[in-house]
Each structure stands twice: as structure tokens, then as C-alpha cells.
């Protein structure tokens, strides 16, 4: 289930930045369930019902919180216990919540973009680049980029590399990745039923269509470096 977040006039806390050989980001996993407070617990099953009330198959469960991280030597460790997936919802404040972003390029450098589906619980009728999704519990980050990817779009990374670890204003945080298909996998790609278009954006960020706003050419900008 994709997890992207939503628009905002703060900016987000980078807290590490890579980029890293997949096989150097590390993650550990505590056996501690993350305890909400009741005004949260209850702000999430109100978020969880309004979803399912507007048609939604979204669906709670476990995902990753983050406990701590450390920069190392080509490469990140980071620490994670269980919490409820729907305490990403809530207003404010998602608890620390952790998010992969699998920004997905082809083998010429363009830009994989869809434009998400209306019922989806973030980021719904806007688009968004490549994959993304929570973490699931015992996965590393890195092992949900390649996931979302395959789920999104039904296709596998020649090369994938992790990028950044940044906290958005509203506590979600986002482990985001770089993805290239190899020479005609572009051609394959087939959207998941979270998404309602998509289209390979050129490689030139400032030759990109009107609706991708302004705060994904600032993303991928940001990347290109």
C-alpha cells in the first residue's frame, strides 16, 4: 500500500543522506510494540473507518516505527520497532512512522510518474513519482523499494541504490531510494490499481507537465545532483 506524503508548506528534516549500496543499509528490528496514546489510537480507527467509508480497500495492520538510525561508512544502519499502520494517519503527528520511496527511472533517465487512484488513504488524486509504501514488519527499507516497485508497477530494478532518510514535518518518515529498469523494461510497466494514469516524464525535470506541481521537480532535482 503506497504511503507518500501530502503537500505542505514545511520542509522536511533530511537526517541522512546517502547515496548507499543497497547491501550497506542496514536495519534492526526491536521486539517492542510502539504503545499510541488513547487520543491517537482513537484518531487512527476514526481515519481507518473514514477511509473504508468512502470505498476504500485500505486495510490496518503492523509497520515499522523508527527508533534510531546511524550514518556509517558507505552505508546507514537503522533501527525499527512494530507499531499500528494507521497511526500514520493521524493529524499531525505519524509517530515516527517509516515509508519507502522508490523514486524509478528508465535506462535513458526518465522519470516513471502515476497519478494516484481516488480512494487511496495519502497523496489521492495527485500524482507521485515511482513506488512507495510503508515498511513491513522484519523488512529492511531497502527490501521494500524492490518490493513496492514489483507490487506498483510489476517490474524489477537493474540497479537500485538508497538515497536519503527524511523526517516530514507531520513525523512520517520516508527511506528514499533510486531505481533504473534496464534498456526496455519502461515498456513493461503496469500500474497497480492505487493508480489511475501514468507516464514516463522526460529526463530534462523542467521540460515535466504542469501537474507535477512543484514539489516533485524540487525532489528530483535534489536526486540529480
Not at 494517519?89 to 524509478?104: E, H, K, Q, Y
Not at 514489483?150 to 532518510?165: C, D, K
Amino acid at each position: 500500500m503506497s504511503a507518500q506524503p501530502e503537500p505542505t508548506t514545511e520542509l522536511p528534516e533530511i537526517l541522512a543522506r546517502g547515496p548507499w549500496p543497497i547491501e550497506h543499509v542496514k536495519a534492526r528490528w526491536r521486539p517492542e510494540h510502539f504503545e499510541p496514546s488513547s487520543e491517537h489510537a482513537a484518531e487512527a480507527d476514526a481515519a481507518i473507518k473514514g477511509l473504508q467509508d468512502r470505498g476504500s480497500p485500505s486495510h490496518d495492520g503492523v509497520a515499522a516505527r523508527l527508533l534510531d538510525y546511524k550514518a556509517e561508512q558507505d552505508g546507514i544502519a537503522i533501527e525499527l520497532q512494530p507499531l499500528r499502520w494507521a497511526l500514520r494517519l493521524v493529524s499531525g503527528d505519524a509517530s515516527g512512522s517509516v515509508a519507502a520511496l522508490c523514486v524509478t527511472r528508465s535506462a535513458d533517465g526518465r522519470w516513471l510518474a502515476g497519478r494516484r487512484a481516488a480512494w487511496v488513504s495519502t497523496w489521492a488524486g495527485r500524482w507521485s513519482l515511482g513506488a512507495g509504501g510503508a515498511v513491513d514488519l522484519g523488512e529492511n527499507p531497502a527490501e521494500t523499494l524492490v518490493r513496492e516497485l514489483r507490487e506498483e508497477w510489476a517490474v524489477s530494478p537493474e540497479r537500485v541504490r538508497g538515497e536519503a532518510l527524511i523526517r516530514l514535518p507531520h513525523q512520517l518518515v520516508m527511506f528514499v531510494g533510486q531505481a533504473w529498469l534496464a534498456e526496455g523494461v519502461e515498456d513493461t510497466v503496469t500500474p497497480d490499481h492505487e493508480h489511475d494514469e501514468y507516464a514516463w516524464w522526460p529526463r530534462a525535470i523542467e521540460e515535466w507537465p504542469p501537474e507535477a506541481g512543484e514539489a516533485l521537480p524540487r525532489m528530483a532535482r535534489w536526486l540529480a545532483e
